[in-house]
């Protein structure tokens, strides 16, 4: 190569390092500020070994709710879900680990690893026999858990989950924030910045056909989920979820307590068609509930019908128990 090509390669080398080095200080300034800035809602507990933030409102039998893949707990509160809930139900929301205030330790999570951890929580709140809410990517721990004993949770609503394994686009996107080298460099230079960047458009995605509620854009802290640590999270959750699919269902017929699944008719995330009436048919005890002209968000959509499929899923759960209502 001539001289001057050297020294414009050389100049482009270490134009390139410097501009890493930047963006990394400027995403530790931005991580060490939107850290301080956050307030918990609920309390922050160590259980097992692992901190922990919990949000616990209401009082009398239990339902426990499992946000999606880069969301936090401010997502159910938000959408006024919790509110409603509350006026019947002891309702314990978690940040799940590796999001929000929750820490994830391990570096090879799974669904049926965070259905461990989450069962411990549980127990620790002393806690018997609740029902689970869980939406998108939580679906997937919400029915490990329900394997795990047959006696943890008493039944399920799963909302726009994913449970079968198919191509996704956001896998291959999400591999080199998941690899071991390459993501971690991604994660402390380029990659939150670019997260804050597209991150009204992909909330938009999330809502689509409707509107970003304002109650949301108020709650939800991008700061917070565009962090190093919550990036992880999500490319990992993302990455694994085919695979984790592809394990569940070959066991979805021994699931025997009463599921609700509610999904929206336009969810441009996850395919409807494909992933909740799919499972419905699978399901030995399964109700399905479409939301025409709602997308992948549907406990914003109509959070009075998550909470009144929670009063129709106790009477099925008590039926199945024998008891006369």
Request: charged share 20%.
């Amino acid at each position: 190569m001539p001289r001057d090509g050297n020294r414009a390669l050389t100049t482009v080398v270490k134009g390139g390092v410097v501009a890493l080095l930047a963006s990394a200080a400027v995403v530790q300034y931005l991580r060490v500020r939107d850290e301080a800035r956050h307030i918990p809602i609920g309390q922050i507990k160590t259980i097992n070994g692992r901190r922990v933030h919990i949000v616990d409102r209401g009082s009398g039998p239990c339902v426990v709710l499992l946000h999606g893949n880069g969301s936090m707990v401010e997502d159910y509160i938000s959408s006024g879900l919790v509110d409603h809930l509350a006026k019947k139900y002891r309702v314990i929301l978690i940040d799940r680990p590796g999001f929000g205030l929750s820490e994830r330790q391990e570096d090879d999570w799974s669904p049926e690893l965070e259905a461990e951890v989450v069962q411990g929580i549980i127990d620790a709140l002393s806690v018997t026999k609740p029902i689970l809410i869980a939406h998108s990517w939580g679906t997937l721990v919400a029915l490990n858990l329900a394997l795990r004993r047959s006696n943890a949770v008493s039944g399920l609503i799963l909302m726009s989950g994913y449970y079968f394994p198919s191509v996704r686009m956001d896998v291959a996107m999400q591999m080199p924030a998941s690899a071991p080298f390459v993501g971690n460099l991604l994660r402390h230079t380029i990659w939150p910045l670019v997260g804050r960047m597209t991150a009204q458009a992909a909330i938009a995605k999330m809502f689509a056909p409707q509107p970003i509620p304002p109650a949301f854009t108020r709650s939800y802290d991008v700061g917070m989920a565009t962090r190093p640590s919550q990036l992880k999270s999500v490319a990992d959750d993302t990455v694994g979820m085919p695979d984790a699919a592809r394990r569940l269902a070959e066991k979805y017929r021994l699931i025997d307590i009463p599921v609700t699944l509610i999904a929206g008719a336009d969810d441009g995330i996850v395919s409807t068609a494909f992933q909740s009436e799919k499972l419905s048919d699978a399901l030995k005890d399964a109700q399905l509930v479409r939301m025409t002209g709602v997308g992948h968000m549907v406990h914003h959509a109509d959070s009075a019908l998550i909470a009144k499929s929670v009063d129709d899923l106790t009477i099925r759960i008590d039926n199945k128990r024998g008891v006369a209502k």
